[in-house]
């Protein structure tokens, strides 16, 4: 048995989007429990688009990753020595474990992962805080009612996918933006999207009026830009803008110009308003046992996409991400 742990941590603070240079690959002994911790034995690491921001030496939600320190993120792996009753050997277990083959976690944050629900990497979407922030995003920020009709971008990947699906439940009507027509192929034929803008090839101003002829009163933003500007020249009166990501401009080197079209938040009385998911962590319970719900009745699809190569996959794993390469929640394998 391997006695070394490998780990992805931060050598260099990227310009733009980060490339080889961005990462070192090093080595330490597998770490051992102390009384009230445990080893995990790291399966699966998710892949955000978040981390970006997390890269930068800038003021935000968290603190930034620091040069020398293990990437941050979600993981889920299996609990192979323990000095914790909670989380015994063989556990399954979700957790901010890093981007590592084995963690060492005191118990804060983790969760024991019920494996007959979904299987592990559904625990890193769908039931991870994708998930959350697509209910919480629509259910709380959005405001969301029977009869919206909500417009999702990013809507082929982790959360959109999943707002999207959970505004069709709460009986809205519902339009995806996405790059390519697989995907937008996906959102109306598997997930019951009522419509998909394939961004990359149609004019998404033109095609949104066509499919929202009276306007939309959700836009769930994940992507910013231009897009962005194409749904507040749609919104409705009191509609609401559920401002999630913008991720057309993390890998921007100049500075992203605002939406040219926010006065239709003072013509039509709407509010835009920025949410993070971690200001819900004490409502969990309620989007979890929601989700979970949906999984058991099979009315939520969740799909996850599973890359391999371990710890050296790690940085062009990421890049798929801007590169629009992932459909649903992307997911590393590491062990
Ligand atoms: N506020 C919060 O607490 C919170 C929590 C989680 C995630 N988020 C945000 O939610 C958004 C989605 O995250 P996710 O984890 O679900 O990622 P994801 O949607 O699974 O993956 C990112 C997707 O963004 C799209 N994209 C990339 N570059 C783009 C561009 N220039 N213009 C338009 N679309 C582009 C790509 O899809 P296409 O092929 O369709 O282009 C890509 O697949 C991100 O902005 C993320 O930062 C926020």
């Known amino acids: 048995m391997t006695t070394v742990n490998r780990q992805v941590r931060l050598a260099k603070r990227p310009v733009g989007r980060p490339d080889d240079s961005t990462w070192e690959i090093t080595s330490e002994p597998i770490p051992e429990p102390s009384d009230g911790e445990f080893t995990v034995k790291v399966d699966y690491v998710s892949l955000d688009p978040a981390m970006r921001g997390w890269l930068d030496d800038v003021k935000s939600y968290v603190p930034p990753v620091a040069i ?135 004019s998404v101003g033109k095609a949104l009026r066509a499919a929202a002829p009276d306007g939309i009163d959700i836009y769930f933003d994940n992507v910013g830009g231009e897009i962005l500007d194409a749904a507040l020249a749609r919104l409705r009166k009191n509609a609401r803008v559920a401002l999630c990501g913008a991720i057309s401009g993390y890998n921007a080197t100049d500075p992203q110009p605002g939406p040219s079209r926010y006065l239709s938040l003072l013509v039509n009385r709407a509010s835009m308003t920025g949410f993070i998911v971690f200001d819900y962590l004490d409502r969990f319970p309620e989007g979890m046992e929601a989700m979970s719900e949906w999984i058991r009745a099979g009315e939520i699809v969740t799909r996850e996409q599973v890359e391999t190569g371990g710890v050296e996959a790690f940085g062009r794993t990421l890049n798929l991400l801007f590169d629009g390469a992932n459909t649903g929640k992307l997911v590393l394998k590491i062990s």
């Not at 399954?92 to 983790?110: K, M, N």
């Not at 039931?127 to 920020?141: E, H, I, R, W």
């Not at 995806?176 to 109306?188: H, I, M, Y």
Request: with cysteine; hydrophobic share 45%.
């Open 68 to 202: 020398g320190e293990v990437m941050r993120t979600h993981a889920v792996g299996r609990v192979v020595a323990s000095k914790n009753a909670k989380f015994p050997e063989g556990q399954l277990v979700s957790g901010q474990f890093g981007v590592q083959e084995y963690a060492l976690s005191d118990g804060r944050g983790a969760l024991a992962v019920d494996e007959s629900l979904a299987p592990a990497p559904t625990w890193l979407g769908a039931l991870g805080f994708p998930g959350m922030t697509a209910y919480f995003g629509l259910t709380d920020v959005g405001r969301l009612e029977k009869g919206d009709t909500v417009l999702i971008s990013g809507a082929a990947g982790a959360v959109g996918s999943i707002a999207g699906q959970i505004a069709k439940l709460k009986g809205a009507t519902v339009i995806g933006v996405a790059g390519g027509p697989e995907k937008c192929a996906w959102l109306t034929e598997d997930l019951g999207f009522d419509a998909a803008i394939d961004y990359k090839s149609e």
